[in-house]
C-alpha cells in the first residue's frame, strides 16, 4: 500500500530556509491523488500548510503563502516544502499527507508520513 | 479564511460512556468536513470522511452527522484505546483545522 516519507534538516537557522521532501512508495504520484503538507508546533494542534496536485495545481495557505513553495517530482515519485525567512515560530513536526480523491471527489487525507521534527534556531 | 470550532476543548469520560464531540464551522462547508484521531507521537488517522462516511477500517462505534455549519463526531461506547486527541477539518474551501478535543480518561 502507499507510504510516505518525509526527510531533510531537522534544524534551520532563523530568516533561512526549511526544505523538506516527501518520497511516495506504492503507489504513483500521478495519480487522482493531492499531496499535502501540515504542520503541528511542539504541544499545539494542526496547521493546513498546503497541497500539490501531479498536474501542478497547487493550493497555498493564505497565511503563509508569501513564504512557501510547493513543487512535485513525477520522475522521482516525490514532493516537495519550501519556506522561506523562517522564524522560532515555524518550529513544529511536519507531516506530509495524501488527499484520497474518489470518483473526482475529494474525500480526506487518509494516508500520513509519520512526520519529521523541524527546529528553528540559532 | 473558514474557522473551524470545537467544543469542548477537553473531555473527561468513562469506558462504556457515549461521548460527542462538536465542531463549527464560520460558514457552510457543506457536507466537506473530515474527523481525525491523534494519539501522541503518532499522525493523526482518518475516522470520517464527507460529514458522515466511515473510513475502512474504522470501529462503527464511531458515526459522524451535520451538514452546513455544525457537525458532531459521536462514539457510542467509549473504548481505552479511544483516549486520545480529535480533530475536525473543513475541506469546502482550502483545508482548515479545529483547535483539537482531547478525550481523557475520568
Known amino acids: 500500500q502507499v507510504q510516505l516519507q518525509e526527510s531533510g534538516p531537522g534544524l534551520v537557522k532563523p530568516s533561512g530556509t526549511l526544505s523538506l521532501t516527501c518520497a511516495v512508495s506504492?503507489?504513483?504520484?500521478?495519480?487522482?491523488?493531492?499531496w499535502a503538507w501540515v504542520r503541528q508546533p511542539p504541544g499545539k494542534g494542526l496547521e493546513w500548510i498546503g497541497e500539490?496536485?501531479?498536474?501542478?495545481?497547487?493550493n497555498y495557505n493564505p497565511s503563509l503563502k508569501s513564504r512557501l513553495t510547493i513543487s512535485v517530482d513525477n520522475s522521482k515519485n516525490q514532493f516537495s516544502l519550501r519556506l522561506s525567512s523562517v522564524t522560532a515560530a515555524d518550529t513544529a513536526l511536519y507531516y506530509c499527507?495524501?488527499?484520497?480523491?474518489?470518483?473526482?471527489?475529494?474525500?480526506?487525507?487518509?494516508?500520513w508520513g509519520q512526520g519529521t521534527m523541524v527546529t528553528v534556531s540559532s | 479564511d473558514i474557522q473551524m470550532t470545537q467544543s469542548p476543548s477537553t473531555l473527561s469520560a468513562s469506558v462504556g460512556d457515549r461521548v460527542t464531540i462538536t465542531c463549527r464551522a464560520s460558514?457552510?462547508?457543506?457536507?466537506?468536513l473530515a474527523w481525525y484521531q491523534q494519539k501522541p507521537g503518532k499522525a493523526p488517522n482518518l475516522l470520517i470522511y464527507?460529514?458522515?462516511t466511515l473510513e475502512s477500517g474504522v470501529p462503527s462505534r464511531f458515526s459522524g452527522s451535520g451538514s452546513g455549519t455544525e457537525f458532531t463526531l459521536t462514539i457510542s461506547s467509549l473504548q481505552p484505546d479511544d483516549f486520545a486527541t480529535y480533530y475536525c477539518?473543513?475541506?469546502?474551501?482550502?483545508?482548515?483545522f479545529g483547535q483539537g478535543t482531547k478525550v481523557e480518561i475520568k
Open positions: 499527507a495524501r488527499e484520497r480523491v474518489e470518483m473526482a471527489t475529494m474525500t480526506a487525507y487518509d494516508i
Open positions: 506504492g503507489g504513483s504520484i500521478s495519480s487522482s491523488n493531492w
Open positions: 500539490i496536485h501531479h498536474t501542478g495545481s497547487i
Open positions: 460558514q457552510s462547508i457543506s457536507s466537506w
Open positions: 464527507k460529514a458522515s
Open positions: 477539518q473543513q475541506y469546502s474551501s482550502y483545508r482548515t
